[in-house]
């Protein structure tokens, strides 16, 4: 059985950073896709990035690319996703999701989920 804990969402000003953690328990990275998804109130669920954990490649949805990076701890099974230049419309719970060999983009594909952490985005 694999677990996903999130954690590092919280309040941030406009144009802030934030670091947001997937730890990822009862198997290696290798086997995984980690997938980053965001679900604001009133919207779909959507897919921000993911990681690749057989080799670490990584993607990211366009609203993003430039101001978010994945990176991982592989010794300790965790996957972070670096949040720079925050804008008003990122905000929403963050959630990560595993699948076995590649990325997906539909959420339903993903077989784990975390809790998810809240993002606000406020001055």
């Known amino acids: 059985q694999v677990q996903l804990v999130e954690s590092g969402g919280g309040l941030v000003q406009p144009g802030g950073s934030l670091r947001l953690s997937c730890a990822v328990s009862g198997s290696t990275l290798d086997y995984y896709a980690i997938g980053w998804f965001r679900q604001a109130p009133g919207k779909e669920r959507e897919g921000v990035s993911c990681?690749?954990?057989?080799?670490?490649?990584?993607y990211y949805q366009d609203s993003v690319r430039g101001r978010f990076t994945l990176s991982s701890d592989n010794a300790n099974y965790t996957v972070y996703l670096q949040m720079n230049s925050l804008k008003p419309g990122d905000p929403a719970v963050y959630s990560c999701?595993?699948?076995?060999?590649?990325?997906?983009?539909?959420?339903?594909?993903?077989?784990?989920w975390g809790q998810g952490t809240q993002l606000t985005v406020s001055s």
């Open positions: 999701a595993t699948r076995t060999g590649d990325c997906a983009i539909l959420p339903r594909l993903y077989d784990y």
């Open positions: 990681f690749i954990g057989r080799d670490g490649s990584t």
